[in-house]
T-cell receptor
């Protein structure tokens, strides 16, 4: 499968613990995005990488969230001191399109986080 | 504040009929729109897009119409098939982000 891969698919954690998710984009894609989706809502943008540079962050990305994309390949999203409100589906997407549109991104299956 | 709005949470259509999914937007600076389709336990998949220089874009059974003056777009699926049952999201780019609506759940019944 050469699509966007996310691990783990599911994560249950206790409030206050740290969690880390991994995203492997489509190999030739230089653009990578993280989104969060809660029940009844559409995906909400969190952050964007072009190669290894993090070029845009949403105000949703609080200080407890950090994302990295070392060497411009896979990316990790870490949430520190998790709260129940962090429970959501975390989606990663990648694209190759040039220009600032970020259109036609290919999404992974997501990591479902449940904070208990 | 939601800049892309899908006011119908769900829609049920008989197989073979037309499905019409609606989307409104508030930001007049949006100049490109996309529709994504999402099955349960999968990520959204790109379906069709339209630039604001057009008022219609067609791809097989899927057609998107854009009415800029009304800040409204719609996705038409003709004929609808049971495999089209999914959640459909309307989205518009702003910077590097995609602004998504809340989605409309389409159910196509045999």
């Amino acid at each position: 499968d050469t699509g966007v891969s996310q691990n783990p698919r599911h994560k249950i954690t206790k409030r206050g613990q740290n969690v880390t998710f991994r995203c492997d984009p489509i190999s030739e894609h230089n653009r990578l995005y993280w989104y969060r989706q809660t029940l009844g809502q559409g995906p909400e943008f969190l952050t964007y990488f072009q190669n290894e540079a993090q070029l845009e962050k949403s105000r949703l990305l609080s200080d407890r969230f950090s994302a990295e994309r070392p060497k411009g390949s896979f990316s990790t999203l870490e949430i520190q001191r998790t709260e129940q409100g962090d429970s959501a589906m975390y989606l990663c997407a990648s694209s190759l399109r040039t220009g600032p549109r970020g259109t036609e991104a290919f999404f992974g299956q997501g990591t479902r986080l449940t904070v208990v | 504040d939601q800049q892309v709005k899908q006011n119908s949470p769900s829609l049920s259509v008989q197989e073979g009929r037309i499905s019409i999914l609606n989307c409104d937007y508030t930001n007049s600076m949006f100049d490109y729109f996309l529709w994504y389709k999402k099955y349960p336990a999968e990520g959204p998949t790109f379906l069709i897009s339209i630039s604001s220089i057009k008022d219609k874009n067609e791809d097989g059974r899927f057609t998107v119409f854009l009415n800029k003056s009304a800040k409204h777009l719609s996705l038409h699926i003709v004929p609808s098939q049971p495999g089209d049952s999914a959640v459909y999201f309307c989205a518009a780019p702003s910077g590097y982000a995609l602004n998504f609506g809340k989605g409309t759940s389409l159910l196509v019944t045999p």
